[in-house]
């Protein structure tokens, strides 16, 4: 997602199970609806000396189907297979 | 639909004639449509198939003065003209299209937040359209394309048809077209690709989209799941993907949707049509190569490889399906 108040690029981190989108210009932090109250209950937790839980498994955003291409570079195919392969071509048709 | 019969000879001088011209340039000659520019304007044959009510109606939505700045509008108002033998046929302003040399330049952020703009006008009121809006014809475009595959000389390639047939089999009825989407009550484009962004007017004007043909009520998330479907198979890079997405989420935000295809993972909802569209883009792949007498080349066969992990994860759960965009 891009970031509302910059339109710069939004980066997902994952904090203790919670998803931040955190903008790589301005470093300002959105948080999805849940998300405020997962931290406050994360919080609470960490007050009453529990552990947090551990973090799960990093998931990069932006996400995609289990069935996508295992590789999601910075660059698409078109960019470095030559503009006129079939990549360049299926953008353009049915 | 291309390369799939020979080229009228009469067509594009009956194009010229109806902007008042003997000849013209040819912008595009496929069996689905023929585009012939004279100047400023371009006169488009739709598919002899088009049935001419509902092509009526689309056109009504596209000189509709909501989708203002979003459809381009088409200069003879009026629903289509007939051709001598029958096509139907409408005249346009000329705009200019995204190079096809340099996808690279594509309008992301133009193209997610004319979509969004699209599905978030209201529809006109029933007065004021010349019919009931009919539905998209994405799902339908899907099923030809896999009987187009199943028409074509296998060969060598069936392995590969047989593959997209696996992936095809695992999608909702919905996407193969064979049953209504769950609630279809947004205005789709139903065909977007870059093909389908000009500038008018051309050179310096605002990006519009075009070609209505498939336009209908659908879910939206359907226009959204061709760049999906380049995105997960590897055609298209992740910052061009999220330029895209994030102009679409910020305009239907701003028009006050939320979740759905606004929430921050949209994948849930365009899974479905993301898998149908690849499936599509496979079997035409499979199609055309069986056709020609050749391999499938890089993006079909990266298309052919998304079916075969579709196919291996058949057995998970499905995803739910949404309305709204």
Not at chain 1, 24 to 48: H, K, P, S
Not at chain 2, 134 to 148: E, I, L, N
Request: glycine share 12%; net charge neutral; charged share 20%.
């Amino acid at each position: 997602m891009m970031c509302p108040k910059c339109g710069a690029p939004m980066h997902t981190y994952n904090r203790n199970g919670v998803q931040i989108e955190q903008c790589a210009n301005c470093r300002g932090i959105f948080l999805d609806y849940g998300e405020l109250e997962a931290l406050t209950r994360m919080e609470a937790q960490w007050t009453q000396s529990a552990p947090p839980p551990p973090p799960p498994a990093g998931q990069a955003y932006p996400s995609g189907p289990a069935w996508g291409a295992p590789h999601h570079g910075s660059h698409g195919h078109y960019g470095h297979h030559g503009r006129h392969g079939g990549f360049g071509r299926m953008l353009f048709s049915s | 639909m291309s390369d799939q019969q020979a080229a009228d000879p009469a067509l594009p001088r009956a194009l010229a004639r109806l902007v008042g011209a003997t000849d013209g340039e040819v912008l595009a000659e496929r069996a689905d449509g023929t585009v012939v520019r004279v100047g400023d304007r371009v006169a488009k044959a739709h598919d002899p198939d088009a049935e001419a009510g509902a092509l009526a109606v689309r056109l009504g939505v596209a000189a509709a003065e909501p989708y203002a700045g979003v459809l381009l509008a088409p200069l003879r108002r009026g629903g289509p003209v007939e051709l001598p033998g029958g096509r139907s046929a409408s005249v346009w302003p000329y705009g200019s299209p995204v190079d096809p040399d340099d996808p690279g330049a594509a309008p992301w952020e133009a193209a997610g937040s004319l979509l969004a703009r699209l599905h978030a006008v209201p529809l006109p009121a029933p007065g004021r359209l010349p019919g009931p809006l009919p539905p998209m014809r994405g799902p339908a475009k899907a099923a030809r394309a896999v009987a187009r595959m199943r028409s074509a000389p296998g060969g060598t390639l069936a392995a590969a048809a047989r593959t997209v047939e696996r992936a095809w089999a695992s999608l909702p009825a919905w996407c193969r077209g064979e049953e209504p989407p769950p609630r279809a009550t947004t205005v789709c484009h139903g065909d977007f690709h870059l093909g389908q962004l000009v500038r008018h007017p051309a050179g310096t004007g605002d990006w519009h989209l075009i070609d209505v043909d498939d336009l209908g009520l659908g879910d939206p998330a359907w226009d959204l799941a061709r760049p999906a479907c380049w995105y997960a198979t590897g055609l298209l890079a992740s910052g061009e993907w999220e330029r895209f997405l994030g102009a679409y989420v910020r305009t239907v935000r701003a028009a006050g949707f939320r979740g759905g295809l606004a929430q921050a993972d949209p994948w849930p909802r365009l899974d479905a049509p993301a898998r149908a569209l690849t499936v599509q883009s496979a079997a035409l792949g499979v199609a055309k190569a069986g056709a020609a007498g050749r391999v499938p080349d890089e993006a079909e066969e990266a298309c052919v490889a998304a079916c075969a992990r579709m196919a291996a994860g058949a057995g998970q759960a499905e995803l739910p399906a949404h309305q709204g965009p």
